[in-house]
């Protein structure tokens, strides 16, 4: 019975993340070239460098929800609000005006760390290491199915409706999300939280400091992300080339991609990864994951275009949302209350959006400065995978000692 509860709770938040992500697909493309529209792609690396600011505000109101309501209406609060705020942005894009194009496009990056980290927050308070590395590639499957479907309509609707109608559809997703893993708390209970001492570090930073598995996460997590930052803006300049005059176009476009990627990536989700966690170590997955890329963008390296770009960018986003996700997922499942729900914000969501946002930061002094950093994306690319690479042998390491405590 307790093995069966497991399943159910995985597959509520599965199914909570599957609408979710289908609702992010609509937002992607469409604030991605709404904002490039507006301002241009080399302006990209500037509405991101603001993202450190906006989600460590973020994560802050975070923590203090979880200490106030508890996991179950945070979660909630979350949900309905992302939702709301979807939609309000919406409604002022229908008035015309530019400014709310880089609101829209910090909430996308937002909201959506925000919400599918809580999802495996509770997942990972109710499995065993053994069970998730059983469940999480069912579970990423699932959540990818909303990747697949969203993507998949938003390339056959974007050109006849236009991208503002893609962000309504993200709101109204919200709701079902929000609904479904509310559901999933109020069926099997929310896990116990520690009291709460008096402490001047509500958000948990002292937990990073204390385990340093966490503390080499949150580096893994920021150097992957300048990986996926720099190949993203490389991407999205070749398109806007492509594509020059024709925003509907290229929303179709990169709704395609997308859903092509999703679609994807579902095999690697429901097959290899289940097997790959359950048949090939830990930390030789880890290490695999930067070895692929580096191969990838080499290859980019030698002959820069939009398909060989997209498909070091499309070989990242697929492992990112499979195998590397689910066996990261598994160091947390021994860890306490408080690293699940407090530190894992701090990296899969600060550190997530900080990656883009701080290399953004560096990206715009130096445009200012004269350099064209586009000529430079990739190396900068190759150079954070060696990083990432290295930072793997620690961290299974120490992870390793933690699995054998427990």
Known sequence: MVILRYYKVAAFMALSAMFTLTGYEFIRSASTVLFKSAYG??????????????????VWLYSRLLSVLGPQRTLLVTSLGSGLSILACYLILLTGVKWITPVLFLLKEFYIVLLIEQYWSYINSSLSSKTAKQVNGPVTGIAGLGGA????????TAGEYGAETMVLFAAIACLPA??????????????????????????????LKENPTLAYLLGIVLTSQLVSAVLDYKFQGLLSVQFAGDPNAETAFQGWFFGTLNTSVLALQFIITPLALSFIGLRWIHILM????????????????????????????????????????????????????????IIDVLGYR?????????????????????????ALAFAATALWLALIFPLTQRARAIREET
């Open 41 to 58: 792609a080399d302006k990209l690396p500037l509405v991101m460098a603001a993202m450190p600011i906006v989600v460590f505000f973020g």
């Open 290 to 345: 930067p070895l692929v890329h580096l191969v990838a963008i080499s290859m980019a390296l030698i002959e820069p275009s939009v398909w060989s770009v997209g498909l070091a960018f499309f070989l990242f986003k697929a492992f990112d949302y499979s195998i590397f996700r689910a066996a990261k997922e598994v160091l947390y499942v021994p860890l306490s209350f408080d690293e699940r729900y407090r530190a894992k914000e």
């Open 149 to 156: 479907i969203g993507g998949t309509l938003v390339g056959a």
């Open 178 to 207: 929000a609904l479904v893993s509310n559901a999933g708390y109020v069926l099997f209970g929310e896990p116990e939280m520690p009291p709460r001492a008096a402490t001047s570090d509500p958000m948990g930073w002292h937990l």
């Open 354 to 378: 900080t990656g883009k946002g701080a290399s953004s930061v560096v990206i715009v002094g130096l445009q200012n400065a004269g350099v064209l950093m586009s000529n430079y994306y990739l």
